[in-house]
Protein backbone atom coordinates (compact mmCIF):
# COMPACT_ATOMS: atom_id res chain seq x y z
CA UNK A 1 0.00 0.00 0.00
CA UNK A 2 1.33 3.52 -0.67
CA UNK A 3 -0.48 6.06 1.84
CA UNK A 4 1.85 8.70 1.76
CA UNK A 5 -1.01 11.07 0.05
CA UNK A 6 0.68 14.53 1.70
CA UNK A 7 -2.31 17.66 2.31
CA UNK A 8 0.18 20.81 2.05
CA UNK A 9 -2.31 22.91 2.68
CA UNK A 10 -3.47 21.62 6.10
CA UNK A 11 0.37 20.65 7.14
CA UNK A 12 1.18 24.30 6.64
CA UNK A 13 -1.71 25.22 8.85
CA UNK A 14 -0.33 22.63 11.26
CA UNK A 15 3.02 23.98 11.43
CA UNK A 16 1.38 27.37 12.03
CA UNK A 17 -0.40 26.34 14.73
CA UNK A 18 2.16 24.01 16.78
CA UNK A 19 4.43 26.82 16.25
CA UNK A 20 2.05 29.64 17.61
CA UNK A 21 -0.58 28.58 19.67
CA UNK A 22 -0.89 28.81 23.29
CA UNK A 23 1.21 25.74 24.02
CA UNK A 24 4.99 25.33 22.86
CA UNK A 25 6.56 22.23 21.60
CA UNK A 26 9.13 21.76 24.10
CA UNK A 27 10.94 23.56 27.48
CA UNK A 28 13.75 26.09 27.30
CA UNK A 29 16.55 24.21 29.46
CA UNK A 30 16.23 25.12 33.24
CA UNK A 31 12.48 25.77 32.54
CA UNK A 32 10.69 24.13 35.30
CA UNK A 33 13.54 24.46 38.47
CA UNK A 34 13.06 28.06 37.23
CA UNK A 35 9.52 27.68 37.91
CA UNK A 36 9.98 26.34 41.57
CA UNK A 37 12.45 28.82 42.80
CA UNK A 38 10.67 31.55 41.35
CA UNK A 39 7.54 30.03 43.44
CA UNK A 40 10.07 29.70 46.65
CA UNK A 41 10.73 33.58 45.74
CA UNK A 42 6.83 34.42 45.56
CA UNK A 43 5.91 32.66 49.02
CA UNK A 44 8.85 34.29 50.99
CA UNK A 45 8.21 37.85 49.78
CA UNK A 46 4.21 37.15 50.64
CA UNK A 47 5.08 35.35 54.33
CA UNK A 48 8.47 36.35 55.18
CA UNK A 49 9.26 39.27 57.80
CA UNK A 50 10.60 42.05 54.79
CA UNK A 51 10.15 45.17 54.27
CA UNK A 52 7.76 46.55 51.17
CA UNK A 53 10.88 47.39 48.99
CA UNK A 54 12.20 43.25 49.84
CA UNK A 55 8.75 42.40 49.02
CA UNK A 56 8.67 43.76 45.88
CA UNK A 57 12.07 42.80 44.79
CA UNK A 58 10.91 38.86 45.74
CA UNK A 59 7.90 39.55 43.86
CA UNK A 60 10.24 40.53 40.51
CA UNK A 61 12.47 37.55 40.88
CA UNK A 62 9.13 35.72 40.65
CA UNK A 63 7.92 37.27 38.12
CA UNK A 64 11.54 36.70 36.00
CA UNK A 65 12.36 32.77 36.90
CA UNK A 66 8.90 31.48 37.10
CA UNK A 67 7.90 33.93 34.03
CA UNK A 68 11.21 33.62 31.92
CA UNK A 69 9.72 31.03 28.78
CA UNK A 70 6.13 32.87 28.97
CA UNK A 71 8.02 36.48 28.58
CA UNK A 72 10.46 35.17 26.18
CA UNK A 73 7.39 33.49 23.66
CA UNK A 74 5.42 36.39 24.18
CA UNK A 75 8.34 38.50 22.73
CA UNK A 76 10.57 36.66 20.80
CA UNK A 77 8.19 34.62 18.41
CA UNK A 78 6.44 37.70 18.46
CA UNK A 79 8.87 39.46 16.28
CA UNK A 80 9.89 36.40 14.46
CA UNK A 81 6.27 35.79 13.21
CA UNK A 82 6.04 39.63 12.29
CA UNK A 83 8.99 39.51 9.92
CA UNK A 84 7.87 36.18 8.70
CA UNK A 85 4.76 37.20 7.32
CA UNK A 86 5.79 40.67 7.05
CA UNK A 87 2.85 41.84 9.51
CA UNK A 88 2.07 42.66 13.02
CA UNK A 89 1.48 38.63 14.36
CA UNK A 90 1.11 38.98 18.25
CA UNK A 91 0.37 36.00 20.43
CA UNK A 92 -1.43 35.50 23.35
CA UNK A 93 1.70 35.12 25.82
CA UNK A 94 2.34 38.79 24.43
CA UNK A 95 -1.09 39.90 26.04
CA UNK A 96 0.28 37.94 29.60
CA UNK A 97 3.96 39.67 29.24
CA UNK A 98 1.79 42.93 28.62
CA UNK A 99 -0.10 42.41 31.60
CA UNK A 100 2.54 41.37 34.19
CA UNK A 101 4.47 44.39 32.98
CA UNK A 102 1.61 46.79 33.32
CA UNK A 103 0.63 45.23 37.01
CA UNK A 104 3.87 46.18 37.93
CA UNK A 105 3.93 49.52 36.64
CA UNK A 106 1.39 50.65 39.00
CA UNK A 107 3.02 48.73 42.11
CA UNK A 108 1.10 45.44 42.34
CA UNK A 109 3.79 43.58 42.53
CA UNK A 110 2.59 40.87 44.74
CA UNK A 111 -0.49 40.07 41.71
CA UNK A 112 1.91 40.76 38.80
CA UNK A 113 3.77 37.52 40.50
CA UNK A 114 0.57 35.44 40.83
CA UNK A 115 -0.44 36.53 37.38
CA UNK A 116 2.69 34.75 36.29
CA UNK A 117 3.11 31.90 38.64
CA UNK A 118 -0.46 30.49 38.03
CA UNK A 119 -0.42 31.13 34.45
CA UNK A 120 2.67 29.44 33.49
CA UNK A 121 1.42 26.57 36.04
CA UNK A 122 -1.47 26.49 34.06
CA UNK A 123 0.83 26.12 30.68
CA UNK A 124 3.16 23.22 32.47
CA UNK A 125 -0.58 21.94 33.51
CA UNK A 126 -2.18 22.19 29.60
CA UNK A 127 0.86 20.45 28.07
CA UNK A 128 1.03 17.63 29.98
CA UNK A 129 -2.76 16.94 29.50
CA UNK A 130 -2.35 17.52 26.05
CA UNK A 131 0.63 15.14 26.06
CA UNK A 132 -2.30 12.65 27.07
CA UNK A 133 -4.14 12.91 24.01
CA UNK A 134 -0.92 12.10 22.33
CA UNK A 135 -0.41 8.73 24.49
CA UNK A 136 -2.10 6.05 22.49
CA UNK A 137 -0.05 7.12 19.06
CA UNK A 138 3.30 7.65 21.05
CA UNK A 139 2.42 3.44 22.34
CA UNK A 140 1.73 2.74 18.92
CA UNK A 141 5.05 4.25 17.46
CA UNK A 142 6.94 2.44 20.16
CA UNK A 143 5.06 -0.56 19.01
CA UNK A 144 7.16 -0.97 15.61
CA UNK A 145 9.20 -4.11 15.22
CA UNK A 146 12.97 -3.67 15.93
CA UNK A 147 14.63 -7.16 15.67
CA UNK A 148 14.03 -10.67 13.72
CA UNK A 149 15.45 -14.09 14.30
CA UNK A 150 16.48 -14.56 10.54
CA UNK A 151 17.12 -17.98 9.73
CA UNK A 152 20.23 -19.29 8.16
CA UNK A 153 21.20 -21.75 6.01
CA UNK A 154 22.62 -24.20 8.96
CA UNK A 155 18.63 -24.09 10.56
CA UNK A 156 19.91 -21.36 13.29
CA UNK A 157 18.88 -18.73 13.94
CA UNK A 158 20.59 -15.04 14.59
CA UNK A 159 19.41 -11.77 15.92
CA UNK A 160 19.31 -9.06 12.46
CA UNK A 161 18.05 -5.15 12.65
CA UNK A 162 14.41 -5.51 10.70
CA UNK A 163 15.63 -3.01 8.32
CA UNK A 164 18.40 -6.14 7.27
CA UNK A 165 15.77 -8.36 6.83
CA UNK A 166 15.28 -8.38 2.86
CA UNK A 167 12.12 -9.92 0.63
CA UNK A 168 12.30 -13.95 0.74
CA UNK A 169 14.03 -14.38 3.95
CA UNK A 170 12.38 -16.85 6.19
CA UNK A 171 12.01 -15.79 10.00
CA UNK A 172 11.66 -18.04 12.59
CA UNK A 173 9.16 -16.55 15.40
CA UNK A 174 9.01 -17.98 18.63
CA UNK A 175 6.16 -18.32 21.31
CA UNK A 176 5.54 -14.28 22.85
CA UNK A 177 7.84 -12.99 19.63
CA UNK A 178 6.86 -9.86 17.69
CA UNK A 179 6.13 -10.47 14.45
CA UNK A 180 8.96 -8.02 12.83
CA UNK A 181 7.61 -7.86 9.21
CA UNK A 182 4.83 -9.21 6.90
CA UNK A 183 4.50 -12.65 5.39
CA UNK A 184 3.29 -15.96 5.66
CA UNK A 185 3.93 -18.98 7.29
CA UNK A 186 5.57 -21.91 5.46
CA UNK A 187 5.96 -23.96 8.54
CA UNK A 188 4.00 -24.76 11.71
CA UNK A 189 1.23 -22.96 13.00
CA UNK A 190 -0.27 -20.93 15.83
CA UNK A 191 -2.43 -18.30 17.45
CA UNK A 192 -1.30 -14.39 17.12
CA UNK A 193 -2.84 -10.89 18.58
CA UNK A 194 -3.48 -8.82 15.60
CA UNK A 195 -4.88 -6.21 17.92
CA UNK A 196 -2.55 -3.58 16.75
CA UNK A 197 -3.82 -4.48 13.09
CA UNK A 198 -7.14 -4.73 13.45
CA UNK A 199 -8.27 -4.02 16.80
CA UNK A 200 -9.62 -6.77 17.56
CA UNK A 201 -8.70 -8.64 21.20
CA UNK A 202 -9.66 -12.37 19.94
CA UNK A 203 -6.44 -13.98 18.49
CA UNK A 204 -6.57 -15.53 15.36
CA UNK A 205 -5.56 -19.09 14.33
CA UNK A 206 -2.80 -19.21 12.16
CA UNK A 207 -2.44 -22.38 9.58
CA UNK A 208 0.73 -22.48 6.73
CA UNK A 209 0.45 -20.31 3.56
CA UNK A 210 -1.60 -17.55 5.85
CA UNK A 211 -0.56 -14.38 5.79
CA UNK A 212 0.78 -12.71 9.18
CA UNK A 213 1.32 -8.63 10.06
CA UNK A 214 4.27 -6.83 11.33
CA UNK A 215 4.11 -5.70 15.00
CA UNK A 216 1.17 -8.33 15.91
CA UNK A 217 2.50 -10.89 18.75
CA UNK A 218 2.88 -14.20 18.18
CA UNK A 219 1.14 -16.88 20.92
CA UNK A 220 2.44 -20.14 22.14
CA UNK A 221 3.19 -21.62 18.76
CA UNK A 222 6.40 -21.76 16.82
CA UNK A 223 6.77 -21.18 13.51
CA UNK A 224 8.85 -20.02 10.03
CA UNK A 225 7.55 -17.65 8.14
CA UNK A 226 8.93 -15.77 5.06
CA UNK A 227 8.55 -12.17 4.55
CA UNK A 228 6.86 -10.59 1.46
CA UNK A 229 7.45 -7.07 2.14
CA UNK A 230 10.35 -4.45 3.41
CA UNK A 231 9.87 -3.52 6.87
CA UNK A 232 8.98 -0.08 5.77
CA UNK A 233 6.19 -1.24 3.33
CA UNK A 234 4.12 -3.11 5.50
CA UNK A 235 0.77 -2.96 6.82
CA UNK A 236 1.82 -1.34 10.26
CA UNK A 237 3.69 1.10 8.61
CA UNK A 238 1.32 1.81 6.58
CA UNK A 239 -0.86 2.60 9.51
CA UNK A 240 2.00 4.62 11.14
CA UNK A 241 1.85 6.78 8.21
CA UNK A 242 -1.61 7.45 8.73
CA UNK A 243 -1.64 8.38 12.14
CA UNK A 244 0.84 10.70 11.70
CA UNK A 245 -0.65 12.28 8.58
CA UNK A 246 -3.97 12.60 10.88
CA UNK A 247 -2.30 14.90 12.83
CA UNK A 248 -1.04 17.48 10.43
CA UNK A 249 -4.58 17.42 8.88
CA UNK A 250 -6.45 19.73 11.44
CA UNK A 251 -10.43 20.31 11.32
CA UNK A 252 -11.62 23.33 10.35
CA UNK A 253 -12.81 24.42 13.57
CA UNK A 254 -9.46 24.23 14.74
CA UNK A 255 -7.46 26.27 12.00
CA UNK A 256 -10.33 28.77 11.73
CA UNK A 257 -9.60 29.36 15.23
CA UNK A 258 -6.02 29.62 14.44
CA UNK A 259 -6.65 31.98 11.92
CA UNK A 260 -8.58 34.25 14.01
CA UNK A 261 -6.16 34.30 17.01
CA UNK A 262 -3.52 36.63 15.79
CA UNK A 263 -6.85 38.76 14.79
CA UNK A 264 -8.58 38.61 18.43
CA UNK A 265 -4.85 39.23 20.16
CA UNK A 266 -4.47 42.84 18.07
CA UNK A 267 -8.38 43.49 18.60
CA UNK A 268 -7.79 43.21 22.45
CA UNK A 269 -4.45 45.49 22.54
CA UNK A 270 -6.25 48.24 20.49
CA UNK A 271 -9.56 47.64 22.78
CA UNK A 272 -7.73 47.55 26.22
CA UNK A 273 -5.96 51.32 25.68
CA UNK A 274 -8.98 52.57 24.12
CA UNK A 275 -10.83 51.03 27.30
CA UNK A 276 -8.62 52.97 29.92
CA UNK A 277 -8.66 56.37 28.13
CA UNK A 278 -12.30 56.27 27.84
CA UNK A 279 -13.90 54.54 31.03
CA UNK A 280 -12.58 57.56 33.55
CA UNK A 281 -14.80 59.65 31.15
CA UNK A 282 -17.55 57.34 31.26
CA UNK A 283 -17.43 56.07 34.48
CA UNK A 284 -15.65 58.94 36.44
CA UNK A 285 -13.24 56.08 37.31
CA UNK A 286 -9.79 57.42 38.41
CA UNK A 287 -6.97 56.74 36.16
CA UNK A 288 -5.21 54.40 38.49
CA UNK A 289 -8.20 52.22 38.82
CA UNK A 290 -8.33 52.45 34.85
CA UNK A 291 -5.29 51.11 34.44
CA UNK A 292 -6.27 48.56 37.22
CA UNK A 293 -9.33 47.74 35.17
CA UNK A 294 -7.25 47.50 31.82
CA UNK A 295 -5.18 45.38 32.69
CA UNK A 296 -7.12 42.78 34.57
CA UNK A 297 -8.96 43.14 31.00
CA UNK A 298 -5.71 42.38 29.25
CA UNK A 299 -5.86 39.03 31.34
CA UNK A 300 -9.48 38.04 31.44
CA UNK A 301 -10.02 38.54 27.47
CA UNK A 302 -6.59 36.48 26.42
CA UNK A 303 -8.22 33.46 24.13
CA UNK A 304 -6.02 30.96 25.90
CA UNK A 305 -9.33 28.38 26.20
CA UNK A 306 -10.25 29.16 22.38
CA UNK A 307 -7.12 28.46 21.46
CA UNK A 308 -7.69 24.64 22.95
CA UNK A 309 -11.09 24.32 22.15
CA UNK A 310 -9.97 21.54 19.18
CA UNK A 311 -6.90 20.49 18.61
CA UNK A 312 -6.44 18.23 21.79
CA UNK A 313 -9.93 16.80 21.63
CA UNK A 314 -9.79 15.91 17.58
CA UNK A 315 -6.11 13.96 18.89
CA UNK A 316 -7.70 12.42 21.70
CA UNK A 317 -10.89 11.10 19.11
CA UNK A 318 -8.30 10.23 16.72
CA UNK A 319 -6.03 7.96 18.94
CA UNK A 320 -9.20 6.40 20.47
CA UNK A 321 -10.48 5.53 16.98
CA UNK A 322 -6.55 3.91 15.98
CA UNK A 323 -7.20 1.73 19.17
CA UNK A 324 -10.04 0.57 17.34
CA UNK A 325 -8.47 -0.41 13.88
CA UNK A 326 -10.03 3.05 12.72
CA UNK A 327 -7.61 5.03 11.02
CA UNK A 328 -8.56 8.61 9.40
CA UNK A 329 -6.13 10.66 7.11
CA UNK A 330 -6.91 13.93 9.15
CA UNK A 331 -8.74 15.34 11.98
CA UNK A 332 -10.53 17.21 9.02
CA UNK A 333 -12.15 13.85 7.91
CA UNK A 334 -13.00 13.08 11.51
CA UNK A 335 -14.91 16.06 12.37
CA UNK A 336 -16.80 16.65 8.70
CA UNK A 337 -18.18 13.01 9.42
CA UNK A 338 -21.45 13.89 11.77
CA UNK A 339 -22.71 16.18 9.54
CA UNK A 340 -23.17 13.58 6.73
CA UNK A 341 -26.09 13.42 4.96
CA UNK A 342 -25.83 9.91 2.99
CA UNK A 343 -23.17 6.86 2.85
CA UNK A 344 -23.20 5.09 -0.28
CA UNK A 345 -22.42 1.33 -0.10
CA UNK A 346 -20.72 -1.09 -2.17
CA UNK A 347 -22.00 -4.46 -1.56
CA UNK A 348 -19.36 -7.52 -1.91
CA UNK A 349 -17.16 -7.20 0.79
CA UNK A 350 -18.63 -4.24 2.54
CA UNK A 351 -22.56 -5.25 2.77
CA UNK A 352 -21.95 -8.79 2.71
CA UNK A 353 -19.20 -11.35 3.68
CA UNK A 354 -17.66 -11.75 0.16
CA UNK A 355 -18.24 -15.15 0.55
CA UNK A 356 -21.29 -17.01 -1.13
CA UNK A 357 -22.73 -20.22 0.58
CA UNK A 358 -25.29 -22.20 -0.58
CA UNK A 359 -28.95 -21.17 0.65
CA UNK A 360 -31.46 -23.54 -0.84
CA UNK A 361 -31.36 -26.77 -2.98
CA UNK A 362 -33.88 -28.85 -4.75
CA UNK A 363 -33.66 -32.40 -5.96
CA UNK A 364 -36.54 -34.49 -8.45
CA UNK A 365 -35.90 -37.48 -6.72
CA UNK A 366 -35.50 -37.40 -3.01
CA UNK A 367 -34.33 -41.46 -3.00
CA UNK A 368 -30.99 -40.40 -5.46
CA UNK A 369 -30.17 -37.03 -3.49
CA UNK A 370 -27.89 -38.02 -1.14
CA UNK A 371 -26.18 -40.19 -4.17
CA UNK A 372 -26.05 -36.96 -6.18
CA UNK A 373 -24.36 -34.78 -3.69
CA UNK A 374 -21.57 -37.30 -3.43
CA UNK A 375 -20.87 -37.06 -7.55
CA UNK A 376 -21.85 -33.32 -7.41
CA UNK A 377 -19.03 -32.55 -4.15
CA UNK A 378 -16.67 -35.26 -5.98
CA UNK A 379 -17.05 -32.82 -9.10
CA UNK A 380 -16.63 -29.59 -7.72
CA UNK A 381 -13.59 -31.05 -6.02
CA UNK A 382 -11.80 -30.27 -9.39
CA UNK A 383 -13.39 -26.92 -9.76
CA UNK A 384 -11.69 -23.77 -10.56
CA UNK A 385 -15.18 -21.13 -10.05
CA UNK A 386 -15.81 -19.33 -7.20
CA UNK A 387 -19.37 -21.28 -6.29
CA UNK A 388 -17.12 -24.80 -5.72
CA UNK A 389 -15.84 -23.85 -2.77
CA UNK A 390 -19.05 -23.08 -1.12
CA UNK A 391 -20.34 -26.14 -2.06
CA UNK A 392 -17.96 -28.27 -0.96
CA UNK A 393 -18.58 -26.39 2.54
CA UNK A 394 -22.23 -27.50 2.07
CA UNK A 395 -21.59 -31.23 0.93
CA UNK A 396 -17.73 -31.54 1.17
CA UNK A 397 -17.83 -33.92 3.78
CA UNK A 398 -19.70 -36.95 1.98
CA UNK A 399 -17.50 -39.56 0.58
CA UNK A 400 -15.76 -38.62 -2.70
CA UNK A 401 -16.20 -41.31 -5.75
CA UNK A 402 -14.13 -42.46 -7.86
CA UNK A 403 -15.02 -40.92 -11.49
CA UNK A 404 -13.31 -38.58 -14.39
CA UNK A 405 -14.38 -35.15 -14.11
CA UNK A 406 -13.44 -32.17 -16.97
CA UNK A 407 -13.77 -28.74 -16.63
CA UNK A 408 -15.58 -27.61 -20.09
CA UNK A 409 -14.95 -24.07 -20.61
CA UNK A 410 -17.98 -22.77 -21.38
CA UNK A 411 -19.94 -25.89 -20.31
CA UNK A 412 -19.51 -26.31 -17.06
CA UNK A 413 -18.00 -29.51 -15.24
CA UNK A 414 -18.66 -32.86 -16.84
CA UNK A 415 -17.92 -36.79 -15.31
CA UNK A 416 -18.87 -39.94 -15.94
CA UNK A 417 -20.01 -42.47 -13.35
CA UNK A 418 -21.63 -45.84 -13.95
CA UNK A 419 -22.51 -45.15 -17.02
CA UNK A 420 -24.40 -41.88 -16.71
CA UNK A 421 -23.08 -38.40 -18.01
CA UNK A 422 -23.61 -35.78 -14.97
CA UNK A 423 -22.82 -31.56 -15.86
CA UNK A 424 -23.07 -28.83 -13.44
CA UNK A 425 -23.65 -25.51 -14.71
CA UNK A 426 -25.31 -22.44 -15.40
CA UNK A 427 -29.31 -22.48 -16.17
CA UNK A 428 -28.52 -21.43 -20.03
CA UNK A 429 -26.69 -24.69 -20.98
CA UNK A 430 -29.88 -26.83 -20.20
CA UNK A 431 -32.26 -27.90 -22.50
CA UNK A 432 -34.46 -30.58 -21.01
CA UNK A 433 -35.61 -28.69 -17.62
CA UNK A 434 -38.97 -29.50 -15.98
CA UNK A 435 -41.37 -26.97 -15.05
CA UNK A 436 -40.69 -27.34 -11.60
CA UNK A 437 -37.16 -26.88 -11.58
CA UNK A 438 -38.10 -24.01 -13.65
CA UNK A 439 -40.40 -22.83 -10.80
CA UNK A 440 -38.01 -22.99 -8.57
CA UNK A 441 -34.77 -21.31 -10.48
CA UNK A 442 -37.88 -18.31 -11.14
CA UNK A 443 -38.07 -18.27 -7.09
CA UNK A 444 -34.43 -18.01 -6.45
CA UNK A 445 -33.42 -15.60 -9.22
CA UNK A 446 -36.09 -13.33 -8.11
CA UNK A 447 -34.57 -13.36 -4.50
CA UNK A 448 -31.25 -12.19 -5.88
CA UNK A 449 -29.56 -15.69 -5.54
CA UNK A 450 -27.42 -17.68 -8.31
CA UNK A 451 -28.57 -20.75 -9.27
CA UNK A 452 -26.58 -23.57 -11.25
CA UNK A 453 -27.77 -26.78 -12.12
CA UNK A 454 -27.58 -31.08 -12.01
CA UNK A 455 -28.30 -33.26 -14.88
CA UNK A 456 -28.16 -36.95 -15.47
CA UNK A 457 -28.21 -37.45 -19.05
CA UNK A 458 -28.76 -34.21 -20.04
CA UNK A 459 -31.45 -33.53 -18.15
CA UNK A 460 -32.21 -31.23 -15.32
CA UNK A 461 -32.54 -33.45 -11.99
CA UNK A 462 -31.62 -30.72 -9.39
CA UNK A 463 -30.33 -27.36 -8.77
CA UNK A 464 -28.53 -25.02 -5.96
CA UNK A 465 -29.00 -21.53 -5.29
CA UNK A 466 -26.01 -19.95 -3.67
CA UNK A 467 -26.40 -16.30 -2.39
CA UNK A 468 -23.31 -13.81 -0.83
CA UNK A 469 -25.03 -13.20 2.55
CA UNK A 470 -25.48 -9.82 3.85
CA UNK A 471 -23.78 -9.19 7.17
CA UNK A 472 -25.40 -8.83 10.36
CA UNK A 473 -23.46 -6.21 11.65
CA UNK A 474 -23.95 -4.45 8.46
CA UNK A 475 -27.58 -4.68 9.11
CA UNK A 476 -27.14 -2.71 12.60
CA UNK A 477 -24.36 -0.33 11.61
CA UNK A 478 -27.46 0.60 9.00
CA UNK A 479 -30.50 1.07 11.17
CA UNK A 480 -28.30 2.95 13.42
CA UNK A 481 -27.55 5.76 10.84
CA UNK A 482 -31.11 5.75 9.94
CA UNK A 483 -32.14 6.08 13.42
CA UNK A 484 -29.61 9.28 12.68
CA UNK A 485 -31.73 10.62 9.50
CA UNK A 486 -28.59 9.35 7.18
CA UNK A 487 -29.69 8.17 3.93
CA UNK A 488 -28.14 4.21 3.27
CA UNK A 489 -27.97 3.48 -0.36
CA UNK A 490 -25.92 0.74 -2.42
CA UNK A 491 -23.59 1.22 -5.47
CA UNK A 492 -23.32 -2.30 -7.26
CA UNK A 493 -22.52 -3.52 -10.70
CA UNK A 494 -25.10 -6.52 -9.40
CA UNK A 495 -28.25 -7.25 -11.51
CA UNK A 496 -31.45 -5.33 -9.63
CA UNK A 497 -32.64 -8.26 -7.99
CA UNK A 498 -29.84 -9.62 -6.25
CA UNK A 499 -29.28 -5.80 -5.07
CA UNK A 500 -32.52 -4.95 -3.80
CA UNK A 501 -32.28 -8.85 -2.13
CA UNK A 502 -29.42 -7.78 -0.09
CA UNK A 503 -30.63 -3.93 0.49
CA UNK A 504 -33.91 -5.44 1.60
CA UNK A 505 -32.20 -7.51 3.98
CA UNK A 506 -30.00 -5.04 5.63
CA UNK A 507 -32.99 -2.20 5.25
CA UNK A 508 -31.05 0.02 2.64
CA UNK A 509 -32.69 2.78 1.16
CA UNK A 510 -32.37 2.66 -2.29
CA UNK A 511 -30.25 0.64 -4.77
CA UNK A 512 -28.20 1.44 -7.51
CA UNK A 513 -27.80 -1.19 -9.66
CA UNK A 514 -25.85 -2.62 -12.93
CA UNK A 515 -23.34 0.31 -12.16
CA UNK A 516 -20.54 0.15 -14.32
CA UNK A 517 -16.88 0.84 -12.32
CA UNK A 518 -16.30 4.09 -14.47
CA UNK A 519 -19.58 5.37 -13.79
CA UNK A 520 -19.27 4.79 -9.50
CA UNK A 521 -18.09 8.03 -9.10
CA UNK A 522 -21.18 9.79 -11.04
CA UNK A 523 -23.78 7.85 -8.96
CA UNK A 524 -21.98 9.77 -5.89
CA UNK A 525 -22.10 13.02 -7.89
CA UNK A 526 -25.73 12.08 -8.09
CA UNK A 527 -26.41 11.12 -4.20
CA UNK A 528 -24.42 14.81 -3.50
CA UNK A 529 -26.38 16.94 -5.52
CA UNK A 530 -29.82 14.64 -3.76
CA UNK A 531 -28.68 14.88 -0.31
CA UNK A 532 -25.34 16.70 0.15
CA UNK A 533 -22.47 16.04 1.98
CA UNK A 534 -21.78 12.11 0.98
CA UNK A 535 -19.42 9.22 2.41
CA UNK A 536 -18.69 6.40 0.40
CA UNK A 537 -17.73 3.01 1.81
CA UNK A 538 -15.66 0.23 -0.67
CA UNK A 539 -12.96 -1.97 -0.51
CA UNK A 540 -12.14 -2.68 -4.25
CA UNK A 541 -10.52 -1.46 -7.18
CA UNK A 542 -13.62 -0.24 -8.90
CA UNK A 543 -14.79 1.92 -6.09
CA UNK A 544 -11.28 3.91 -6.07
CA UNK A 545 -12.98 6.80 -8.42
CA UNK A 546 -16.25 6.67 -5.80
CA UNK A 547 -14.18 7.03 -2.89
CA UNK A 548 -12.14 9.89 -4.16
CA UNK A 549 -15.41 11.90 -5.37
CA UNK A 550 -17.42 10.95 -2.58
CA UNK A 551 -16.83 13.94 0.81
CA UNK A 552 -14.97 11.01 2.78
CA UNK A 553 -14.15 7.73 1.59
CA UNK A 554 -13.96 4.79 3.88
CA UNK A 555 -12.15 1.59 2.59
CA UNK A 556 -12.85 -1.76 4.52
CA UNK A 557 -8.86 -3.31 5.20
CA UNK A 558 -9.72 -6.45 3.87
CA UNK A 559 -9.91 -4.63 0.36
CA UNK A 560 -7.63 -3.72 -2.33
CA UNK A 561 -4.13 -1.26 -2.23
CA UNK A 562 -5.81 0.99 -4.77
CA UNK A 563 -9.10 1.72 -2.36
CA UNK A 564 -7.05 1.82 0.69
CA UNK A 565 -4.63 4.59 -0.68
CA UNK A 566 -7.07 6.95 -2.13
CA UNK A 567 -9.50 6.16 0.50
CA UNK A 568 -9.47 9.07 3.72
CA UNK A 569 -10.03 6.71 6.11
CA UNK A 570 -9.42 2.65 6.55
CA UNK A 571 -11.49 0.68 8.50
CA UNK A 572 -8.81 -2.03 8.98
CA UNK A 573 -11.46 -4.75 9.71
CA UNK A 574 -14.82 -5.49 7.27
CA UNK A 575 -16.66 -4.60 10.35
CA UNK A 576 -19.22 -1.86 9.92
CA UNK A 577 -19.74 -1.59 13.29
CA UNK A 578 -16.72 -0.16 13.61
CA UNK A 579 -17.97 2.31 10.99
CA UNK A 580 -20.81 3.21 13.24
CA UNK A 581 -18.71 3.98 16.17
CA UNK A 582 -16.26 6.28 14.04
CA UNK A 583 -19.74 8.30 13.38
CA UNK A 584 -20.63 8.13 16.78
CA UNK A 585 -17.14 9.49 18.29
CA UNK A 586 -17.64 12.39 15.75
CA UNK A 587 -20.65 13.25 16.27
CA UNK A 588 -19.13 13.63 19.98
CA UNK A 589 -16.06 15.40 18.72
CA UNK A 590 -18.15 17.90 17.34
CA UNK A 591 -20.27 18.40 20.29
CA UNK A 592 -17.47 18.76 22.56
CA UNK A 593 -15.54 21.43 20.26
CA UNK A 594 -19.08 23.76 20.50
CA UNK A 595 -19.08 23.10 24.05
CA UNK A 596 -15.39 24.28 24.49
CA UNK A 597 -15.56 27.10 22.04
CA UNK A 598 -19.26 28.57 23.24
CA UNK A 599 -17.85 27.61 27.15
CA UNK A 600 -14.39 29.39 26.25
CA UNK A 601 -16.33 32.82 25.04
CA UNK A 602 -18.54 33.04 27.59
CA UNK A 603 -16.09 33.04 30.17
CA UNK A 604 -14.32 36.06 28.53
CA UNK A 605 -17.56 37.82 28.37
CA UNK A 606 -18.60 37.26 31.74
CA UNK A 607 -15.17 38.12 32.89
CA UNK A 608 -15.35 41.55 31.08
CA UNK A 609 -18.07 42.16 32.69
CA UNK A 610 -17.45 41.59 35.92
CA UNK A 611 -14.53 43.59 35.43
CA UNK A 612 -16.70 46.38 34.45
CA UNK A 613 -19.23 46.35 37.42
CA UNK A 614 -16.13 46.49 39.82
CA UNK A 615 -16.47 42.73 40.84
CA UNK A 616 -13.02 41.33 39.31
CA UNK A 617 -9.57 41.44 40.32
CA UNK A 618 -6.45 40.49 38.74
CA UNK A 619 -5.97 37.29 40.98
CA UNK A 620 -9.65 35.79 40.44
CA UNK A 621 -9.35 36.76 36.67
CA UNK A 622 -6.45 34.72 36.47
CA UNK A 623 -7.38 31.88 38.66
CA UNK A 624 -11.17 32.05 36.54
CA UNK A 625 -9.32 32.54 33.11
CA UNK A 626 -6.56 29.70 33.60
CA UNK A 627 -9.47 27.38 35.11
CA UNK A 628 -11.89 27.90 32.24
CA UNK A 629 -8.81 27.11 29.87
CA UNK A 630 -7.53 23.81 31.94
CA UNK A 631 -11.63 22.80 32.04
CA UNK A 632 -11.57 22.83 28.07
CA UNK A 633 -8.65 21.24 27.71
CA UNK A 634 -10.08 18.03 29.72
CA UNK A 635 -13.04 18.40 28.37
CA UNK A 636 -11.43 17.53 24.93
CA UNK A 637 -9.77 14.45 26.50
CA UNK A 638 -12.80 12.91 27.69
CA UNK A 639 -12.66 11.45 23.84
CA UNK A 640 -10.27 9.40 25.03
CA UNK A 641 -12.20 6.43 26.39
CA UNK A 642 -13.92 4.35 24.30
CA UNK A 643 -17.42 5.07 23.41
CA UNK A 644 -20.16 2.37 26.02
CA UNK A 645 -20.94 -0.57 23.34
CA UNK A 646 -24.78 0.88 23.72
CA UNK A 647 -24.07 4.62 23.13
CA UNK A 648 -26.40 6.71 23.54
CA UNK A 649 -27.50 8.09 19.89
CA UNK A 650 -27.85 11.74 20.59
CA UNK A 651 -23.82 11.60 21.69
Known amino acids: MNMDKTYRTAEHESDDYQSNTHEHAGHLPGEIPMYFIGVVAYLLALFGPFSTLVSNFLFGVAVVLAGFHVIIEGIVETITDTKEKNKFHPNVHLLMTLAVLGAMAIGSFDESALLILIFAGAHFLEEFAEGKSQKEITNLLQMNPTQARL ?32 GFIIKGHTTID ?44 DILRLVEQSRNNLPKAATKIKKIEPIYVKSVLFIVPVFVLIMPVLFNWSWEMSIYRGIVLLITASPCALAVSAVPATLSAISNLAKKGILFKGGAYL ?8 VAFDKTGTLTKG ?8 YKDKAKQIKWQQIIATMEESANHPLATAILEEYGELQSLEMDVTNEIGQGIVAE ?10 PSLFDNVSDDIQAKTKEFASAGKTVIYFSEDEEAVALIALMDKADEKAAEAIAYLKKQQVNTLMITGDAKTTGEAVAHALGIDDVYSNVLPENKAEAITSLQNKYGKTAMIGDGINDAPALVKADIGF ?12 ADAVIMQNDLLKFEYAYKLSKKLDKIIWQNIIFAMGVVLLLSVLNIVGKMDIGLGVLAHEGSTLLVLFNGLRLLFPLKKKAPENV
Open 555 to 566: AMGDGTDVAIDV
Open 417 to 426: YEGKHYRIGK
Open 151 to 182: LQSDGSTKMVNVQEVNVGDQLKVLPGDQIATD
Open 335 to 342: ANLSSIKA
Open 355 to 362: KPVVTDSF
Open 194 to 237: ESSINGESMPKEKLEEEEVFASTINGQGTFVMQVTKDSSETVFA
